[in-house]
């Protein structure tokens, strides 16, 4: 008899800077900004790690539809509460000017504690991303499907990919942000592991020593999460524009239901070495879309519209099932116009051009990412 089929619930994080509207400048939140924030999305908002950002979580959504309802309303209150105080937030993975230098963590004792002990790293952690929950109740199918996952995180980074600039410089990268995140301990791809026992006596060890306190230390790019009966997909970089989002968080709930349903049929995708599945993050990461990755398979290098269309292939039952075909299928609109780290570079580009001064570029692309915060709000 075949396994209930388990909810594929989906839930959104994501992670804002501040800017201030006339300067374009990184501004700390005030707090009476926050207590708005709070008393209006209660525990859905939060401040992070520094001063500039701000944090939200919908809530556990049926799918994208209910996901969009709530992020859209989420996004609206924190820009509403943000502009009584002349600011605005952007949802990119780098403030494509700012000196991590000028920044400064708040004042609680969990970010107090991760200064103390993860030191000058953790100073730099002037970025932010999307992580998207997928229900996933047993245990064991978490690590199963994690396992397989792995393999399509560089697909999600390529597409996500926001964050070019750092400090005032053009980096050359699709998603600088990674560079930043992973000098942390604990981060990157997961291992492959045998099951949930495993992965228990793994955290436990480290939890024993005392260098941990739970699994929430832990940092990878896809990990069961410390709090819910979910698969936590953390590799994208955060998105500008909401119906981007959407894209990402309904592509990978559909890749995770096609990877359950394979196990139902006594399937599997093919796992190949983290060593392998690293080349194509390290792809994603400096190329975005523009330069391919690698089918192990083939053997080759093969255009990113091609993925895009095989994962659609792929997921085309599931995201019938899950209701989320025309978001899926949207994400040919961030290959056709280019992902944000394209549009934040032809923004730039295109005012140069135009014989500004190199610091007015640079807040034309904060301007634009103001713009394409609130376009679909």
Known sequence: MARQEPPF??????????????????????DQMMQDCLAELGDQVSPEFLQCQIEIGTKVCAGVADAREDLRRLRAGVSKHAANYNLAPIAASCHPFADWKDQHHVDKDRYNDLRRDLAGVVRRMLICG????????????????????????PHL???SSSS??????????????????DNLPRTGLPPHLTGWSEYERSVQALVDIGVIEDSSKIWWDLRPSSRFPTLEARICDVQPRLEHTLSLAALIQA?????????????????????LISENRWRAQRYGTTAGLIDFGLGEIIPFDQLLDEMFELTAEDADALGSTAEIEAAREMLTHGTSSDRQRAVYVNSVEAEKPVNEALKDVVRHLIEEYHADL
């Open 130 to 153: 999307m992580h998207v929950h997928v229900g996933l109740p047993d245990p064991d199918t978490r690590i199963d499907v994690m396992n397989q996952l792995s393999y399509f995180l």
């Open 255 to 275: 890749l995770t239901r096609m990877l359950w349903r394979l196990k139902q049929q006594n399937q599997r995708w093919r796992t190949y070495d983290n060593f």
């Open 164 to 181: 070019p600039f750092w400090q005032g410089e053009d980096t050359g990268l699709a998603s600088y942000r990674l560079t930043v995140f």
């Open 157 to 159: 980074l390529a597409l």
């Open 9 to 30: 619930t989906i839930g959104v994080e994501e992670e804002y800077l501040l800017v201030d509207r006339d300067s374009y400048e990184l501004a700390r939140a005030p």
